[in-house]
């Protein structure tokens, strides 16, 4: 299991290798749309870092402040290293996987697909309330019912 700003660098290489810029919205969503399909087609979690329900959907508070400072701005390509990503040759070929299926979005609709009823976030999110955890266990069972729905 890694730290959720491993797996954001991973993903920000693959952006790169392919000369595509994330905004901080885009790549939030995708390393937490990576950390569900982990969670439902492997059984196992991607990193360890808390995923919390704010008004705009999930956040990991840690990849949140690592990025805040772009606003809604692209993270420039200049900023990503150009070292191989710090994750096993299975986990950068799944996030492969999740970037072809995912990678294409802008964030709205990234963020559209976390926000959906019945969602893990729309689960646990209350106006009210303030950096409510969503639970790994709903993440994996909302994706578990992704997979089945899907009939794969």
């Not at 595509?20 to 749309?33: A, D, G, H, R, W």
């Not at 299926?101 to 697909?113: D, E, M, V």
């Not at 993440?139 to 997979?147: K, M």
Request: no cysteine; charged share 20%.
């Amino acid at each position: 299991m890694y730290d959720v700003l491993t797996v954001a660098d991973a993903i920000l290489k693959i952006a790169k290798a392919r000369g595509q810029s994330l905004t901080p919205m885009q790549l939030m969503k995708l390393v937490y749309i990576a950390h569900g399909w982990s969670l439902g087609l492997r059984g196992t979690d991607l990193y360890r870092n808390r995923i919390e329900a704010w008004q705009y959907g999930p956040v990991m508070p840690d990849l949140y402040h690592a990025t805040k400072q772009f606003g809604r701005d692209p993270i420039p390509l200049n900023m990503v290293g150009s070292e191989p990503p710090a994750v096993s040759q299975a986990d950068a070929s799944f996030l492969e996987d999740v970037f072809n299926k995912y990678g294409h979005l802008s964030g709205p609709q990234l963020s559209y697909l976390t926000h959906q009823s019945g969602t893990p976030w729309d689960r646990v999110y209350h106006p009210e309330a303030r950096n409510w955890e969503i639970p790994d266990q709903l993440i994996r069972e909302h994706y578990q019912d992704l997979l089945r729905s899907r009939g794969a």
